[in-house]
Every structure is written in structure tokens, then in C-alpha cells.
């Protein structure tokens, strides 16, 4: 509680620093008088050094906001929200204040307006979302030329996507999702989402998939145990996609999977992300390759877990055609979920 304490009064010794400062790079003739005309000059983020004037700020950072007429202030809003401000922070020709966490910015009147005992004034001004997110990743990852790729995130206000260096045309966007088309020669390249607030580069690439809501090139799965539970189509829990896969297993149990053989001398290392639905400490799977010529064991908690096993450690294969899976608890069994299964580019 010391700490958080001490953190606020540094928070607030640092404002009132910059607002000294503002101040005495105001005209001298600021006396306090509120007959000035009202007006917003500049707004800028708030920030040792040279204050540089922005049509652009985020939520929950502070800005100085330039002008005049300001001192009987009776209200700030930016996008119609109106916002909290501290009136010691206030003079008439500058103001400090913190965009509210909660701030619209989708659907928005981008614009500051500020409201007077002697009238209104507005400005231009944007908030912009948070950086953009991939919550799903993208789906199919095995897409080709003509494919429509639907990128599964958040705060993707008016995106711009990329896959390698090709700018992409969206077809379709909502803050949570885009749709592209997938141009020529994109296989092995990456997507990227960008927004006015940054990028965000997906994890996995273009045709690097052995599981993407389908098992690619399937030659055939199944149990050790007939009654064992092997399900593709599992949709109430995944960390890619749509789709995760479901393994019941029984105590030391396993699974196998074939697939068509592919060459991955492109990529590094063999990439997954698994989930225990048990609590228990000792969860755990064993991954085999190479027809048990080699068993990594990997520990499993119930969040959603990356694994990424590199080939050097597998006897560095040239081509990829079968994957089995072992329980390995000692506890009698698990169910476990596996996901975003394929490959990582050298």
C-alpha cells in the first residue's frame, strides 16, 4: 500500500512539474482573467521535453490542451464522453487532463469539445483503440491463392493487412475480425494487422499448419484405446481458430496421427498448443517422433500452453509424416486439448 501510495504522489508531483512548466511557456499575459476568447490552439501528449502537438491520443494518457479563455471551465469531452478533469490543473489558456479509460473510438464524433460559463469551442481530435490484438489467430493457416482468410482479434479499427510485404485488400472488417483475400506467392509469409495504434504480427505462417480447425493432410488418426475420444470438431474451448482437438485419454494412453508426407526443410521446429482440462500438478504428454526413436515429455497446465519441440532435438527430419501422443499423468488419465498444431519457419 506504501508503494502504490508513492507511485500516485510521483504521478502527481510529474503533472504538476510539466504544468509549471506549460505555464511558464505561456504568454505572460495570462492573469487569470477569464475575458480571453475561447479557443483550442494545440493539444499534446503530456511529456518531458518539447511538448509536439497531436490530432491523435489514447485513453487513459495525459494531454495539454492550448488556448484561451479556459478559466471558468465547466466541462471536457472527447467523443461525446464527458470527462473528468482536476481544477487546480486548469488555467485560462491551459488545461491537463486524462482521456477517460472508457473513451469510444469506433463509431465516433472525433472531436474534443470544451464547454464554458461563456460558451462552447471544438476541436478535431481522435482517440485511437489500443494496440491491435490476435486473440485467434487467422484461419484456414493453410489458405492458397483466392482463399479468404478470416483474422480472429480485437481493436482492428480501420485495419490495413500485409501478408509478407503485400498490402492486402479487406473485404470485411469488424473490431474483432477481418476477412482478406489471399494474394499469389503467400505462402510462408506472415499476416500483419495494423491499425493507427500499431501492428500485430500473427504467430504462425502462411501454409505452416498441420492442424488449423482441420487435420491437414490426414492419412488417418485413431486411439490406442477403442473407447478413447478423438474429436477434431471440438468448438467449447481453442486457442486458433474455431476449432481445437479433444483427446480422452486413459491412464498412459495414446493417440496416433498420419499424415501425407511433406517436406519441411523450410521450417525449424514442430509447434503446438495444448491444455490439461485436470488440475493436476503431474499433468503431462509425451510427443514421439521419428517411430519412438524419440520422446520429449512436456508438463500441461489448464491454461493454454505453447510447445515448441526444435528439430535439432528430434534428429533433425526432412520430411514430416506421422505424430504420436502418449498420457503420461500417473494419475489415471486426462483429457487434454491441442491446438495451432504445424511448424516454424527457419
Known amino acids: 500500500m506504501k508503494k ?20 511558464s ?31 491523435v491520443g489514447f485513453a487513459n494518457n495525459v494531454y495539454i490542451i492550448k488556448g484561451s479563455g479556459f478559466n471558468t ?15 487546480t490543473l486548469v488555467t485560462d489558456s491551459v488545461i491537463l487532463v486524462t482521456i477517460d479509460l472508457n473513451t469510444p473510438y469506433a463509431n465516433s464524433s472525433n472531436e ?34 483466392g482463399d479468404i482468410v478470416t483474422i480472429y482479434g480485437n481493436f482492428f479499427l480501420d485495419p490495413v493487412v500485409t501478408i509478407g510485404t503485400t498490402e492486402t485488400p ?22 500483419n494487422v495494423t491499425t493507427i495504434s500499431g501492428t500485430i504480427k500473427s504467430s504462425a505462417a502462411i501454409g505452416s499448419a498441420l492442424y488449423d480447425d ?20 471440438y468448438t467449447s474451448d481453442k486457442a486458433q481458430g474455431l476449432k481445437s482437438i479433444k483427446f480422452i485419454f486413459g491412464g498412459w494412453n495414446g493417440a496416433d496421427m498420419k499424415f501425407a508426407s511433406r517436406d519441411i526443410t523450410k521450417y525449424k521446429a514442430f509447434r503446438v498448443r495444448v491444455k490439461s482440462i485436470s ?6 504428454v509425451i510427443f514421439v517422433f521419428g517411430g519412438w526413436a524419440f520422446q520429449i515429455k512436456k508438463t500441461l497446465s489448464t491454461d493454454w500452453t505453447y510447445i515448441e519441440i526444435p528439430f535439432s532435438e528430434i534428429g533433425n527430419p526432412t520430411t514430416f509424416d506421422q505424430l504420436t501422443l502418449q498420457e503420461s499423468g500417473s494419475f489415471g488419465g486426462n483429457t487434454i486439448l491441442m491446438d495451432d498444431m504445424g511448424f516454424v519457419l527457419k
Open 4 to 23: 502504490l501510495k508513492i507511485k500516485y504522489i510521483l504521478s502527481f508531483l510529474m503533472m504538476a512539474t510539466i504544468f509549471v512548466s506549460v505555464l
Open 170 to 191: 479487406v473485404i470485411s472488417s469488424s473490431l474483432t475480425e477481418v476477412k482478406v483475400k489471399v494474394p499469389a506467392n503467400s505462402d510462408g509469409k506472415y499476416i
Open 73 to 87: 471551465l465547466q466541462k471536457i469531452y472527447f467523443n461525446d464522453t464527458d470527462t473528468y478533469f482536476n481544477p
Open 112 to 145: 474534443l469539445k470544451i464547454v464554458t460559463k461563456n460558451g462552447t469551442v471544438t476541436y478535431p481530435f481522435v482517440v485511437a483503440p489500443p494496440a491491435p490484438v490476435l486473440t485467434y489467430g487467422f484461419n484456414p493457416v493453410n489458405a492458397v491463392e
Open 279 to 284: 488440475t493436476n500438478a503431474d499433468a503431462s
Open 25 to 55: 511557456s505561456c504568454s505572460n499575459d495570462d492573469n487569470g482573467s477569464s475575458s480571453s476568447a475561447l479557443a483550442i490552439e494545440s493539444v499534446s501528449k503530456s511529456e518531458a521535453g518539447d511538448l509536439v502537438p497531436t490530432n
Open 214 to 233: 482441420v487435420l491437414q493432410g490426414d492419412a488417418g488418426h485413431w486411439m490406442w484405446s477403442g473407447t478413447d475420444t478423438f474429436d477434431t470438431d
